[in-house]
């Protein structure tokens, strides 16, 4: 079974509400990137922490914000809510700087927003 | 363009069958290519990696073609649960972001 762990697993907010999701790294993981999956579509990388910082950006506005606590946690937070971003939230995570092959994906949050 | 394009299916084929999926990119500098699955409502899960020799997985092979920008998917024997959405997948040198195609789906049936 995976071990990223994301909660909530479902969640329905209002347009322009806030919202934070969160996310438990596997053990000794110390990079986690967020993506975002639309019905339909494959996932869209968000952004990506290692070591607390944000090292890397998709295409997405600011009201897309995060973080990463010094246990290797994260929070995905997005403000002002849309319509839009009604989606599969999913949290990846990895140990290794540079190599792929150990990304672990969390069963993600399914945001609906109304 | 997309950078990463798949024929969305659906492929609907008999157990025993074999499928193949393809898919282009259009980043010349990306270094590492793979193909995940993806079952209704669950996570993607790496399936196989890509090499440009070819690699093979028991009833799996996938191929890669740089100077084409493609890579493939073969899936020799279909079994009933091999249904799922097959994402490809690849990364440019020298950064850990993933771009995913939209997914092929495989419904394969008794």
């Known amino acids: 079974e995976t071990g990223v762990t994301q909660s909530p697993t479902h969640l329905i907010k209002t347009r322009g509400q806030q919202v934070t999701l969160r996310c438990s790294s596997q053990s000794g993981h110390n990079t986690v990137s967020w993506y975002q999956q639309a019905l339909g579509q494959g996932p869209q990388f968000i952004f990506q922490?290692?070591?607390?910082?944000?090292?890397g950006r998709g295409n997405f506005p600011p009201r897309f914000s995060g973080l990463q606590f010094p246990n290797y946690s994260s929070e995905l937070n997005v403000n002002a809510l849309e319509l839009d971003d009604s989606a599969l939230y999913l949290c990846?995570?990895?140990?290794?700087?540079?190599?792929?092959?150990?990304?672990?994906f969390g069963s993600g949050t399914r945001l609906t927003v109304v | 363009r997309k950078e990463v394009e798949q024929d969305p299916g659906p492929f609907n084929v008999p157990e025993g069958a074999t499928v193949a999926f393809n898919c282009t990119y259009s980043?010349?500098?990306?270094?590492?290519f793979f193909w995940y699955r993806q079952d209704c409502r669950k996570e993607p899960k790496l399936l196989m990696s890509?090499?440009?020799s070819g690699n093979e997985d028991g009833r799996f092979t996938a191929q890669l073609n740089r100077a084409s920008q493609y890579i493939s998917l073969l899936i020799r024997d279909s079994k009933l649960s091999d249904s799922a959405t097959y994402l490809c997948v690849v990364n440019a040198y020298n950064t850990d972001k993933l771009i995913f195609g939209t997914g092929t789906r495989l419904q394969v049936f008794p």
């Open positions: 922490y290692y070591r607390e910082e944000e090292n």
């Open positions: 890509v090499y440009s």
């Open positions: 990846a995570s990895r140990a290794l700087a540079g190599s792929h092959l150990g990304y672990t």
């Open positions: 980043n010349s500098a990306s270094q590492s």
